[in-house]
């Protein structure tokens, strides 16, 4: 990585010029892998400072090498090659559905954020990564011949002889993969300690089969719950059931209940736990919070509520910076953990309290601090026996905050949404149980067209068997959260079966062969688990490698395969996958099924 530290290193003003040497001193300490950096105003006048360019030059690589990088939130990811990136999954670029600036457009480059790993030729892989978030948050801006690591510091003053100090930043390199994500996630937990819960949490999801919701429907399911699958526990209220974004305490007519404390009483009585559900950061136009608190929302230029960043231009942004607005946001949670009784709270739309752009009640805070402190206020309303979700948030700013983490898109039972989770999804493995234990959302066997809340247009199923198959699969491979997301009332006995034997969860997610993601492999120490995938539109023949002799299984159905020793020869059909079990075989053991010796030449 030498390449890395030859780089030179600026301070971008807010006015797009470079600050002098005579002005801005950069101090940047190596302490083999990890890299910390202090920023220091030796002028004699304040310098508003845009960022801090930790890195900047010319690529030692070919355009053509592929990488992988974060988005800064959780609907978006990016690969591809260094001259021809993309975003993997539904909803593009943070430019696009969140419509964050796109920083380093106008020049052409690409940007990623706060992680980005390359992978040359016969080189292994190159991994990059800023190994905290307290106050800034970092990105990668390249082309194909040029790269540069940003601090963003939004504009604000360092005064004369003061000295910020940045987040800290890992580099490594290797060909073990995940040894260097090791590193990296042992490097934020000792910035960031991970929320550790007594369990991994299960439960049921209204989303993706109530709509629109209602308390009956609840109810309905919470009863089939304690009958047919009990150890599911909990009853995951989703959105629909409050009248307006920011009124998060008061229900829409059409939820048929008054308040949520009986909804979630009655709920208990049917014999399931009540999970609640709220956006905490986003103010719609309609709500009470923005007729009478105007003033506690992100302000633009002008004065006005600031809408010039989000994915709805009549959501605003709660400012996590304002005093009143994290008293408000804990006696939300209060009110759910003390008077509701739940024990697990969703955070949906996190980002909206992480977006750039506006003006804030304290202006000499960061985005990533008035986040971190809105959501920490939440976190004191519910003490310490609270299971805490984040979805939608913004990855990094959120580091040490939360228990548990949506890694994935909203699952719609469709194959291009099924395919892009999954890819989703394995990118963020290493993250479940070092970061926080990953929620891949919700597992769903049944065909269910669904009207969609925000534009009532229809969802229409349209996974095949195979499909829905390879998306039970990821669930698997994953190692995180177990949700389920259809109708409990009404499910086949023999799904249900199919969800028990997910229950409880594994809590270790795939180790895979390489970054085709087709041979996941889980090691549960008296067994191993492989999770083998086909997204091609061709029929795929694998030959598994093992380590040993293995009789082998099918998870779903318990169904004997046989005896493999050295290798697993298998196909596997288009748009498909496979979880098999594997039980070590005691030397001189016979199966009467067949067995299968392979030696590698």
Known sequence: MEWLKRMASIARLTDETAASEEAVRIEKNWNGNLLQTTVTNISGEPLSIKEVVLFAGEWPYSPDTPFYGEGYQMLTQYAGTLESPYSIGEYGADWDFFRLPRTGGERGLWTTYNLLELFPEGAGSVLMGFASCWRFSGEFRFCSDYVEAVMDTEGLLLGPGEC???ESFLAASG????????????????SHPTPRYKEIPTGWCSFYCLRPLTANMLYENARALAERVPQLGRIQIDAGYEGENGDVLITKAAFGADDMKTVCDTIREAGAEPAGYFSPFIVGRNSEVFKLHPDWLVRDEAGNPNAEVGANPDWFMLDGSHPEVQRYLKNIARVMHDEWGVRYIKLDFLSYGALPGGRRYNPELTRVEAYRLGVKAIVEGVGNDCFILGCNAAFWPSLGLFHGNRVTNDTFRTWKVVDGNAQELFG??????ALWINDPDVLVMEKLDLINDDNGQWDYATLTEDEFEYH???I????????SGDPLTTMPEERMRMLKKLLPPIGVAARFDDRSHTIGRIDLGDRLLLCLFNREEEEK?????????YRVFDFWTDEELGVFA????????????RVLVLRPVEHGTTNSLMEVNYEPA
């Open 164 to 166: 910020w100090e940045l």
């Open 175 to 190: 060909t073990d993969r995940d040894a260097l994500y090791e590193e990296l996630a042992a490097t934020i937990q000792a």
């Open 428 to 433: 963020r493995n290493w993250q479940n149980n």
């Open 472 to 474: 039970k699969a990821f």
């Open 476 to 483: 698997v491979a994953s190692g995180g959260m177990i949700l």
């Open 541 to 549: 023949e694998l030959a598994v490698s093992l380590e040993g002799k």
């Open 566 to 577: 050295g290798m697993l020869p298998l196909k596997l059909r288009p748009h498909y996958a």
